[in-house]
């Protein structure tokens, strides 16, 4: 289960109801936070989920209004909030304009009160943790090194009490074995495998998070039923041609889209203050129902639905 907080849905330019573009994912004790737009660090209080365990950045592409406020939330850390290290991730290109922003208006030579690690990514997986992955894959918009990145739980047979009380497991440590995966030998010479004591495989959930991109046709495999998308819709169908010009997306591209590969859950963001929100949410609703349209500080439930 991953759990989303979008902290800035607005497009290019904040409006009093949006903050630029950021949100967190979360999975058990894992925070990350994707992009990072000017005013962000106040959207994090603002939200009321403060900055402990908040050392993983992950940047979808090197555009201003998504990298800017790294340089406060940075000079904050170093401030008032001590935490062990600062990791960000992103392509070539938006860490190059980060380290200008961190080594040349924050730091200015001095040394960080902590590790801050400016880490290249390519496509494939970036991060592993024990129940879930992320992995990065590249996304068309203007320029170069843009990214979306997919966080995948791991999959899992679940351990059957009832059928291990059927066997005779005793519980403590060979119900420990078995649930690692290990064979165990009972005490009357029986032998007990995993299988025996375990379920069907329940694959585990999957979310897209996805920045700015002027194209879907590339993701259509990589992103086949996912469980939750988190996508761009910075225009309406009646200036598709102006969205084409920029490498944005529509609300019914996005919504198309969604329907295309199957995705369980369609969350739109990086949204225009020219248009309302029920026009938005109408647009992708016609071809994919599932759709909700992000406001700054909604929360998210993504699981796998069975």
Not at 40 to 64: D, E, P, S, V
Not at 150 to 179: T, W
Request: one cysteine or more; hydrophobic letters at 40%; aromatic letters at 8%.
């Amino acid at each position: 289960m991953f759990e989303i907080i979008f902290l800035g849905t607005s497009a290019s330019a904040p409006s009093p109801r949006r903050g630029l573009p950021a949100y967190l994912v979360q999975h058990d004790e894992y925070r990350f936070l994707i992009d990072c737009g000017e005013g962000t660090q106040r959207q994090i209080l603002q939200a009321g989920i403060g900055f402990k365990r908040l050392n993983r950045i992950l940047i979808t592409h090197g555009h201003l209004d998504h990298i800017l406020g790294l340089g406060g939330l940075l000079s904050t850390f170093m401030r008032w909030e001590t935490i062990d290290r600062l990791e960000i991730y992103g392509g070539a290109n938006a860490l190059e304009r980060i380290s200008d922003l961190v080594h040349g208006v924050v730091l200015r030579g001095a040394r960080a009160p902590m590790p801050v690690e400016l880490i290249p990514v390519t496509p494939g997986v970036i991060f592993e943790a024990p129940s879930f992955t992320i992995s990065a894959f590249a996304v068309n918009h203007r320029g170069p090194d843009n990214y979306g990145y997919l966080f995948e739980e791991k999959g899992r047979q679940p351990f059957l009490a009832e059928a291990a009380d059927a066997l005779g497991v005793p519980a403590g440590p060979l119900r420990g074995k078995l649930v690692k995966g290990e064979s165990v030998i009972l005490p009357d010479g029986r032998v007990v495998t995993p299988s025996m004591v375990t379920g069907p495989f329940k694959p585990g959930a999957r979310l897209a998070a996805l920045g700015d991109l002027g194209e879907t046709a590339s993701l259509t495999e990589l992103l086949r039923s996912v469980d939750g998308l988190v996508m761009e819709a910075t225009y309406l169908e009646e200036e598709a041609s102006m969205a084409r010009q920029y490498a944005h997306l529509t609300a019914r591209q996005a919504g198309e889209f969604a329907a295309s590969i199957g995705a369980g859950k369609l969350i739109l963001t990086h949204l225009s203050r020219r248009y309302r929100d029920k026009d938005i949410l109408a647009e992708a609703q016609a071809v994919f129902e599932n759709t909700s349209v992000a406001r700054d500080f909604d929360s998210y439930t993504i699981r796998k639905e069975a």
